[in-house]
Each structure stands twice: as C-alpha cells, then as structure tokens.
C-alpha cells in the first residue's frame, strides 16, 4: 500500500512570494489533515478536510494560507504572500477516520521544508 | 486547554539498554486516545504505539511499551534493547474523544534520542 505523497520536499522562496504544496493520501482514506511544524516544535494542525469539506481550519491563518481537497483526494496548501515565520515544515496526514466511532490512526507524508528568506 | 509536556528535550541511551522517555498531558476529558510517533531524520511521522485511555493495560508493541498511569495523567515510552535504528525524534501526542466524535491530535515539543554504539 502507497503512503502519503507530498511535494515538494524542500522549497525556498523570498519573502512575499507564493508557494504551494501538494498532497496524495492513502487511497480510500476520507479524511487529511495538514499540519506546520517549526523547528524545535511538534506539528501544529492547520486544517482538516473530510472528503472534500472543511472539518477544522481554526487554527489557518486565513488572511495569507488557503487549501483545497478537490473531489475529496489530493490537497494543495498555498501561503501568499509569504512571511520569514512560515519558515517550517509541513506535514500531510490521512486517515481512513469517517466521523464514525473507531479506531484513528493518521499516517504522515515525509513533509515539505520550506524557507522563506 | 489540553497540552502535552515532555520534559526532556534529549535523551541518550547505550545500544541494547533500556531508555524511557516521559510525557505528561493535561485534559479535563475522560475519554481520550494517547501516542507515541518517531520522526527519524527523514521527517516521515511513524506511529510507534497508541493507547486508549479507557483501557488499564498498558500497549505493547515488540521492544516499545508504554506506562499510561491516568490519575497522574503520565504516559512514558519504554524502549528496550535500544538499536541504532532507534535515534530519531519521539514526540507523544494526545486526541480526545468527545462522545462519539475525534478530537484533533496535539503534540509535545519532542525528544530527541540519541544511540551510542
């Protein structure tokens, strides 16, 4: 079984530019989730779609961050215009999670590195 | 607010020794799902275990176990017979569980584990 895809892994980018990362879950999986890890820290949620609605994007920094699931498979997370803080990695993550009572392991993408200069 | 405190930033532990790394989580839920992930230098999130706080029998899994004590709201990571396959960053992780439906997954700052041949 393929595991989640994320690309690219690794981007650097000046400040105010945009960028944009993209992400395959695991086939079958409903639900992703995107997360920002900084360096020295553990990831952070920034959004979490099942099928291709919005469950939790409380924590996205809506005026610069944006992402969509269409047609409930791949993702794509943009930043524009990007800030030296965005500097971090980011985490893709499915899991087979319906809403329904269960089990919910998420399994995670090798992330993207990305420095904002 | 629900957080997760791990108060060791490093660890270092002799090959085929014994090492345990501690986390401690504040929550005024009672359901909840507790992990340990390892992120080796590849950034690749692996689930090393997972332990549902309902249960009282700590999870095992081959040389990883955990010592989940609910009252004190601990739930420390046991490697055994350390390989050098071990060193990599372990970060615990907690989800609640709210009735039926999935919290979000909140991570610790991570310990990074080191193995001396």
């Known amino acids: 079984e393929a595991g989640v895809a994320q690309s690219p892994r690794y981007k650097i980018i000046e400040k105010r530019q945009s960028v944009a990362f993209w992400c395959n879950p695991i086939?079958?999986?409903?639900?992703l989730y995107w997360y920002q890890q900084i360096l020295g820290q553990g990831p952070k949620l920034l959004i979490q779609?099942?099928?291709?609605?919005?469950?939790?994007d409380s924590q996205l920094p809506k005026d610069r961050f944006s992402a969509e699931r269409l047609k409930g498979v791949d993702s794509t997370l943009k930043i524009q215009p990007a800030k030296l803080e965005d500097s971090a990695v980011y985490l893709c993550?499915?899991?087979?999670?319906?809403?329904?009572?269960?089990?919910?392991?998420?399994?995670f993408g090798p992330g993207t590195r990305l420095t904002v200069l | 607010a629900q957080t997760v405190t791990q108060s060791q930033p490093e660890m270092s532990v002799q090959e085929a020794e014994t090492v345990t790394l501690s986390c401690t989580y504040d929550?005024?839920?009672?359901?909840?799902?507790l992990f340990w992930y390892k992120q080796p230098p590849s950034r690749q999130m692996i689930l090393v275990i997972r332990?549902?706080?309902?249960?009282?029998q700590n999870a095992t899994e081959n040389r990883f176990s955990v010592n989940f004590q609910k009252a004190a709201k601990s739930f420390s990571l046991k490697i055994s017979d350390s390989q050098l396959g071990d060193a990599a960053m372990y970060f615990c992780?907690?989800?609640?569980?709210?009735?039926?439906?999935?919290?979000?997954?909140?991570f610790g700052k991570g310990t990074k584990l080191s193995v001396k041949p």
């Open positions: 993550a499915s899991s087979s999670r319906t809403g329904l009572a269960g089990t919910d392991t998420q399994y």
């Open positions: 086939s079958g999986h409903a639900t």
């Open positions: 779609f099942q099928n291709n609605g919005v469950v939790d």
């Open positions: 929550t005024s839920e009672s359901d909840y799902y």
């Open positions: 332990q549902e706080a309902y249960k009282q």
């Open positions: 992780a907690y989800m609640p569980w709210y009735g039926g439906s999935q919290g979000n997954l909140i």
